[in-house]
C-alpha cells in the first residue's frame, strides 16, 4: 500500500534504555573468544541494554516521552494522539496507551491505542499517526515504540542472546501546514510468520492455568515455545528480497532518487544484513546509519533509538531527507521518505533502576 501524509511534520525523536549492560564480547559463559569475535563480525553487537525484571517496555517508553515533551516544551494537555508499538503489553486487558495517557498528562479527548508490531512497526505508527492528525489544525501525536526482547529468549540460545536488546524510543509529530508530505509504502505477507514468533502466551497457545494442573512434558513444552523462535536463515533470505524493493517503490513513490536521501535509517536487525542491503541498495556509508554495537537489535524501538543516538548534530541543525525502512516479523514491512529538522537534539536517555514505573 502506498501513502502521502500531507501537513503533518516529524517534530522530534528520543529514547530510553536500561542501565545494565551484558556483552558477551566480556562474558565468556556462553561463547569461547573466537566464536565472540566471529558474532561480532557478523551481528555488529558488542553489548546490549537487558532491563531489570520491573522495568517494563511501557517505563522505557513513556520515560523517552517524558523527556521530549519537555524539550518541544509541549503541554501534554495539547497531544491528541497516542500510539504504543509493542509485543510486550504491560497486561492483556486494558491497552498500556490507555494507562500511558494517565502518566503523561494527556487530555480525555486524545486518541490512545496500542499495535501489536514488531521490526515494522515505527514506520506503520508513524504512517497512522500522520493520517489521522491530516488536514486537523494545530494537532499533535506521540508516536511511542518499545520491547524488552530479552525477556523472549531461551536461557542458553546461542542464536538469539547475543542479538536482542531492550529500548524504548518516541517520536513527536505535529501538524503544519508547510511540511512537505510525508511518503509512506508499506506491505505485508504472513507466509512468513512462523520464521519469527512466540508461539505460546496468546489464546490459540494460552499460559492461563487450567484447572488441572500441566503435566511435566506439557510444562517443558510451554516453557520453550513461550520464547522467541527465529528462523535466521528465513529471515536473511526474506531481508533481501523484500527490502530493495520496498526501497525502489518508496523513492519512486516520492519522487526522488537515492541519491536525494541525506540519511538513511532501518531497522536495525543484523549489521551483516544491512551491509548487504546497503550495497544492493546502493546508498554510500556514510549516510546509512548502522547503529548494532552498543544495544543490539531493539525490535520496534530500533529507529527512533538510532536517529537519537546518531543523529543528532545533523537534524538539529538543518532540514534532511530521511529515508526509514522496517522489515521483519509478520512478515511486514513499511518505509517512508521524509523531510526532518531542524529539530531539537534528540535524546538518549539511560533509565535508572529506581524510575517510577507505569501504575494503573
Given at each position: 500500500m502506498k501513502s502521502i501524509v500531507e501537513g503533518v511534520r516529524i517534530a522530534g525523536f528520543g529514547a530510553a534504555v536500561p542501565r545494565q549492560r551484558h556483552s558477551f564480547m566480556e562474558d565468556r559463559s556462553l561463547f569461547s573468544a573466537e566464536e565472540t569475535e566471529k558474532l561480532y563480525a557478523t551481528t555488529g553487537v558488542h553489548e546490549r541494554r537487558v532491563a531489570p525484571p520491573h522495568i517494563c517496555a511501557s517505563d522505557l517508553c513513556v520515560a523517552a516521552a517524558e523527556r521530549l515533551l519537555q524539550r518541544l516544551d509541549w503541554d501534554p494537555a495539547t497531544v491528541d494522539v497516542l500510539i504504543f508499538v509493542s509485543q510486550d503489553a504491560d497486561y492483556n486487558v486494558p491497552a498500556t496507551s490507555c494507562i500511558m495517557q494517565k502518566r503523561l498528562g494527556l487530555p480525555p479527548t486524545a486518541a490512545c491505542f496500542d499495535v501489536n508490531l514488531g521490526c515494522s512497526g515505527f514506520v506503520y505508527a508513524l504512517w497512522t499517526?500522520?493520517?489521522?492528525?491530516?488536514?486537523?489544525?494545530?494537532?499533535?501525536?506521540?508516536?511511542?515504540?518499545?520491547?524488552?526482547?530479552?525477556?523472549?529468549?531461551?536461557?542458553?540460545?546461542?542464536?538469539?542472546?547475543?542479538?536482542?536488546?531492550?529500548?524504548?524510543?518516541?517520536?513527536?509529530?505535529?501538524?503544519?501546514?508547510?511540511?512537505?508530505?510525508?511518503?509512506?509504502?508499506?506491505?505485508?505477507?504472513?507466509?512468513?510468520?512462523?520464521?519469527?514468533?512466540?508461539?505460546?502466551?496468546?489464546?490459540?497457545?494460552?499460559?492461563?492455568?487450567?484447572?488441572?494442573?500441566?503435566?511435566?512434558?506439557?510444562?517443558?513444552?510451554?516453557?520453550?515455545?513461550?520464547?522467541?523462535?527465529?528462523?535466521?536463515?528465513?529471515?536473511?533470505?526474506?531481508?533481501?528480497?523484500?527490502?530493495?524493493?520496498?526501497?525502489?517503490?518508496?523513492?519512486?513513490?516520492?519522487?526522488?532518487?537515492?541519491?536525494?536521501?541525506?540519511?538513511?535509517?532501518?531497522?536495525q536487525a543484523n549489521a551483516f544484513m544491512l551491509e548487504h542491503l546497503r550495497k544492493k541498495i546502493k546508498i554510500p556509508a556514510e549516510r546509512f546509519i548502522i547503529d548494532m554495537h552498543d544495544f543490539g537489535n531493539t525490535s520496534s524501538a530500533s529507529i527512533p533509538l538510532a536517529v537519537s543516538h546518531r543523529l543528532g548534530e545533523p537534524l538539529s541543525t538543518g532540514r534532511?531527507?530521511?529515508?526509514?525502512?522496517?522489515?521483519?516479523?509478520?512478515?511486514?514491512?513499511?518505509?517512508?521518505?521524509?523531510?526532518?529538522?531542524?529539530?531539537?537534539?534528540?535524546?538518549?536517555?539511560?533509565l535508572p533502576d529506581d524510575f517510577p514505573v507505569l501504575q494503573p
Open positions: 499517526a500522520g493520517r489521522l492528525m491530516s488536514g486537523q489544525p494545530g494537532g499533535r501525536a506521540l508516536v511511542l515504540c518499545g520491547d524488552t526482547s530479552t525477556r523472549h529468549l531461551v536461557p542458553g540460545d546461542r542464536s538469539t542472546l547475543p542479538l536482542f536488546g531492550d529500548a524504548g524510543g518516541a517520536a513527536a509529530l505535529e501538524c503544519d501546514p508547510e511540511a512537505p508530505p510525508i511518503h509512506v509504502v508499506v506491505g505485508t505477507d504472513g507466509a512468513g510468520a512462523k520464521n519469527i514468533w512466540v508461539k505460546a502466551g496468546g489464546r490459540r497457545n494460552s499460559l492461563v492455568p487450567r484447572a488441572e494442573p500441566w503435566s511435566a512434558e506439557e510444562h517443558a513444552r510451554l516453557f520453550t515455545e513461550s520464547r522467541l523462535a527465529l528462523n535466521g536463515a528465513e529471515v536473511f533470505a526474506f531481508t533481501l528480497r523484500a527490502v530493495p524493493p520496498l526501497v525502489r517503490e518508496a523513492l519512486a513513490h516520492a519522487g526522488v532518487g537515492v541519491e536525494d536521501i541525506d540519511l538513511c535509517v532501518m531497522h534532511h531527507r530521511l529515508l526509514l525502512a522496517g522489515f521483519g516479523v509478520g512478515w511486514s514491512w513499511g518505509a517512508v521518505v521524509a523531510e526532518v529538522g531542524p529539530i531539537p537534539v534528540p535524546d538518549l536517555f539511560e
